[in-house]
């Protein structure tokens, strides 16, 4: 894939699957397989964000999951310094964990509430053997806490004591303590309060521009996305139908889902006359191998070829690449 404006590509996801085995209720029967994700192929960028965007089941979380390794890929690279991350073991896998970290949907219940927030943000330096004193780790904790908006005296309390924005920022400090350069963000702010979610958001993009993080944002919410997003993914039942500048994807959706999706949002001005576009039918089932697109089923535009065939995801602009057969 070509460069996205010149950034060199930090990550790269090469015909990426995942498979789920489901076991059968009935005696005798054999498991079903479940394709969350089906042959994605895609580059990160060193210092963007990149937003991935669909409804629920459609692959996102898993991605997430196995790019920072919580999942092994049925098959398919992620390739990171040149090398495969997605087969590593062992201490090999340990130190790729100090490049890409992950922040998760439900502040509490990813932090250990016998912990204090001083703990369990010196943990992962622990675990790494960073090699660092005691004074030091708590100094770092500290320079931590500052620099994600916590006070010195939230040092020793624990996760309970804290509001839901404030141990999200426990588990941003988390992740930067191993000065990290990729960070997955799983549905980050979903679980917080609408004048939360807006200071976590502002939190993200100071440190991103302090530290160049590279963030792989994942959430369901357009509004955060096309806030936060240099650019933007699609995914619809495993796959990727849509890939481009976050302002073209608002501008210019070329997907028959992504103009659905986008039409869903509420017009900025009650004068605004803006069509719905809905999506009827049944939404497929994700178990089973499919040979058509996943979304001939519901889709408007609907043509015999999409029925019979699975479209390639290919570039129809610079920047911009569509998996659809209308645009052949």
């Given at each position: 894939?070509?460069?996205?404006?010149?950034?060199k590509?930090?990550?790269?996801?090469?015909?990426?699957?995942?498979?789920?085995?489901?076991?059968?209720?009935?005696?005798?029967?054999?498991?079903?397989?479940?394709?969350?994700?089906?042959?994605?192929?895609?580059?990160?960028?060193?210092?963007?964000?990149?937003?991935?965007?669909?409804?629920?089941?459609?692959?996102?979380?898993?991605?997430?999951?196995?790019?920072?390794?919580?999942?092994?890929?049925?098959?398919?690279?992620?390739?990171?310094?040149?090398?495969?991350?997605?087969?590593?073991?062992?201490?090999?896998?340990?130190?790729?964990?100090?490049?890409?970290?992950?922040?998760?949907?439900?502040?509490?219940?990813?932090?250990?509430?016998?912990?204090?927030?001083?703990?369990?943000?010196?943990?992962?330096?622990?675990?790494?053997?960073?090699?660092?004193?005691?004074?030091?780790?708590?100094?770092?904790?500290?320079?931590?806490?500052?620099?994600?908006?916590?006070?010195?005296?939230?040092?020793?309390?624990?996760?309970?004591?804290?509001?839901?924005?404030?141990?999200?920022?426990?588990?941003?400090?988390?992740?930067?303590?191993?000065?990290?350069?990729?960070?997955?963000?799983?549905?980050?702010?979903?679980?917080?309060?609408?004048?939360?979610?807006?200071?976590?958001?502002n939190?993200?993009?100071?440190?991103q521009?302090?530290?160049?993080?590279?963030?792989?944002?994942?959430?369901?919410?357009?509004?955060?996305i096309?806030?936060?997003?240099?650019?933007?993914?699609?995914?619809y039942?495993?796959?990727?139908?849509?890939?481009?500048?976050?302002?073209?994807?608002?501008?210019?959706?070329?997907?028959?889902?992504?103009?659905?999706?986008?039409?869903?949002?509420?017009?900025?001005?009650?004068?605004?006359?803006?069509?719905?576009?809905?999506?009827?039918?049944?939404?497929?089932?994700?178990?089973?191998?499919?040979?058509?697109?996943?979304?001939?089923?519901?889709?408007?535009?609907?043509?015999?070829k999409?029925?019979?065939?699975?479209?390639?995801?290919?570039?129809?602009?610079?920047?911009?690449?569509?998996?659809?057969f209308?645009?052949?």
């Open positions: 894939m070509e460069q996205h404006n010149e950034k590509a930090i990550m790269k996801i090469n015909k990426l699957c995942k498979e789920f085995h489901i076991k059968s209720g009935k005696f005798m029967r054999s498991s079903q397989i479940l394709y969350a994700l089906n042959d994605i192929s895609l580059d990160v960028y060193e210092g963007e964000t990149l937003g991935i965007i669909g409804e629920s089941g459609c692959g996102k979380s898993t991605l997430g999951r196995c790019i920072v390794r919580l999942h092994k890929p049925t098959s398919g690279e992620i390739i990171y310094n040149d090398e495969d991350i997605s087969k590593l073991k062992g201490n090999d896998s340990k130190r790729i964990c100090k490049d890409i970290q992950m922040i998760f949907q439900d502040p509490f219940s990813s932090l250990n509430p016998r912990k204090t927030a001083g703990q369990l943000i010196a943990e992962p330096m622990i675990i790494h053997k960073m090699g660092l004193s005691k004074k030091e780790r708590n100094d770092k904790v500290i320079k931590l806490m500052r620099e994600v908006g916590l006070d010195v005296q939230h040092f020793y309390r624990f996760p309970h004591e804290f509001s839901g924005g404030q141990r999200q920022r426990v588990n941003i400090a988390r992740a930067l303590a191993l000065d990290s350069k990729i960070i997955v963000c799983d549905e980050p702010v979903s679980a917080l309060d609408v004048s939360i979610q807006a200071q976590v958001l939190l993200l993009n100071e440190l521009s302090q530290r160049n993080l590279t963030y792989i944002f994942i959430s369901h919410d357009l509004g955060v096309k806030h936060i997003s240099d650019r933007i993914v699609i995914m039942l495993g796959k990727i139908v849509e890939l481009c500048n976050a302002k073209d994807i608002y501008d210019v959706p070329m997907h028959p889902y992504t103009q659905a999706l986008l039409s869903a949002i509420p017009p900025k001005n009650p004068f605004e006359n803006k069509k719905r576009i809905m999506l009827e039918g049944e939404i497929p089932s994700p178990i089973g191998m499919r040979k058509y697109c996943p979304l001939s089923s519901r889709c408007p535009k609907v043509m015999d999409c029925r019979n065939n699975m479209p390639e995801l290919k570039k129809v602009d610079k920047n911009h690449q569509v998996a659809c209308l645009y052949d």
